[in-house]
Nanobody, 126 residues
Framework: QLQLVESGGGLVQSGGSLRLSCAAT????????IGWFRQAPGKEREGVSC????????DYADSVKGRFLISRDNAKNTVYLQMGSLKPEDTAVYYC???????????????????WGRGTQVIVSS
């Protein structure tokens, strides 16, 4: 059964760090790009980062560039999002999603991703 499971969320102070994990089961991660999205209360879901199937290409939303780092370990079927210099505005539920292709979509359109995890909550206190 195809499944994506996020973990690693929690409560952290402003300026702190967290590492999120996205574990994939039921399919071979090697063939797909994986994206991270987030949704804050009362706001629309937004794209955060994406990594292609081999890890040779990464993309970031302007709001997280220089603070977040996406990586993957295909042998472990897991994608990571290392988040640093966290700000209260980073507070959201974070989701990982499987792209329909091996490459990252040019835009952060949710329909370009066909499978989603249930999310992990990140709260950054000021």
């Amino acid at each position: 059964q195809l499944q994506l499971v996020e973990s690693g969320g929690g409560l952290v102070q402003s300026g702190g760090s967290l590492r999120l994990s996205c574990a994939a089961t039921g399919f071979t991660l090697d063939y797909y790009a994986i994206g991270w999205f987030r949704q804050a209360p009362g706001k629309e879901r937004e794209g955060v980062s994406c990594i292609n199937n081999s890890g040779s290409f990464t993309d970031y939303a302007d709001s997280v560039k220089g603070r977040f780092l996406i990586s993957r370990d295909n042998a472990k079927n897991t994608v990571y999002l290392q988040m640093g210099s966290l700000k209260p505005e980073d507070t959201a539920v974070y989701y990982c999603a499987r792209s329909r292709n091996y490459y990252c979509p040019a835009t952060w359109i949710a329909s370009m991703y066909d499978s989603w995890g249930r999310g992990t909550q990140v709260i950054v206190s000021s």
